[in-house]
């Protein structure tokens, strides 16, 4: 009877940690940005595994890149795959998705807590804009290379 309730105890657990949402959605987005490519097909894991490419050839100091799961609405809804690339608490979230005959793309740049938000001198300003410029960069590469002629760029600012 020990081992039953042993083993129920950890099925439970493991069902109710796949509900939990461990990554939080950005906090406070400060730039975001959307495209559908008409007639294209490339899959979510194909931009992150180029994107991944690009900015792994620069080195960034401090940089986390990862594949996180976010939740679609609510509690029981399905979870979506995106790319997370986190400098200190600066994050650009990428997703991707089939839709309309073709694929959408989405990225958000925020902070993933309010008191991340440290600019405080113009050299910790210029790296964040730094950061945003070559992830920015490496997305428009990515979404050209899969794409051929159909990608249009980010501005520059």
């Not at 609405?73 to 608490?89: C, Q």
Request: glycine share 6%; with cysteine.
């Amino acid at each position: 009877m020990e081992t039953f309730l042993t083993v129920l105890a950890i099925v439970s657990a493991i069902i109710l940690l796949s509900f939990i949402n461990w990554f939080a959605p950005i906090e406070r987005i400060v730039d975001q940005g959307e495209q559908h490519f008409d007639n294209c097909q490339f899959s979510p894991r194909e931009l992150f595994s180029e994107i991944e490419i690009h900015l792994n050839k620069k080195n960034l100091p401090n940089v986390s890149i990862q594949r996180i799961t976010l939740k679609e609405s609510g509690f029981f809804s399905h979870k979506r795959e995106y790319l997370r690339i986190d400098k200190g608490g600066l994050a650009f979230d990428i997703g991707c998705y089939l839709y309309g005959g073709g694929v959408f793309v989405s990225w958000r740049l925020g902070f993933l807590k309010e008191s991340s938000a440290n600019d405080s001198s113009y050299y910790e300003h210029d790296k964040t804009k730094a950061f945003k410029l070559i992830v920015k960069r490496a997305f428009n590469n990515s979404l050209k290379h899969l794409t051929s002629d159909q990608a249009s760029s980010f501005p520059n600012n």
